[in-house]
């Protein structure tokens, strides 16, 4: 079974920037799908981004240009490096995991997700 731990969250002034990193453990993690979400007070949960095992991003439009993911297979990280940020940013950001065929406008197609990791952005 594949664990994942996020960290990378914090407080940050509007146009600042992010990077999010989800250590996944357990087998076969190369082989898995690995994606993004966020969930506002209030909002349901939302995609950001993917990656398959071979490293090809797919976006959402919540991305909106702002955001980049990236996995590095050897370290088994999940990376989503975000900018230009803006207050309605703002939410719990989790990584998740799921079959190759999973995408981040599917939450649903995630099984495996992490604990989440706190983004705040004010002034």
């Known amino acids: 079974q594949v664990q994942l731990v996020e960290s990378g969250g914090g407080s940050v002034q509007p146009g600042g920037s992010l990077r999010l990193s989800c250590v996944a453990s357990?087998?076969?993690?190369?082989?898995?799908?690995l994606g993004w979400f966020r969930q506002a007070p209030g909002n349901e949960r939302e995609g950001i981004a993917s990656?398959?095992?071979?490293?090809?991003?797919s976006y959402t439009d919540s991305a909106k240009g702002r955001f980049t993911i990236s996995r590095d297979n050897a370290k088994n990280t999940l990376y989503l490096r975000m900018n230009n940020l803006k207050p309605e940013d703002t939410a719990v950001y989790y990584c998740a995991a799921g079959p190759f065929y999973s995408d981040a406008a599917a939450p649903g197609d995630f099984k495996i997700w992490g604990q989440g990791t706190q983004v705040t952005v004010s002034s």
């Open positions: 990656v398959d095992g071979d490293g090809n991003p």
């Open positions: 357990g087998r076969l993690v190369s082989s898995y799908t």
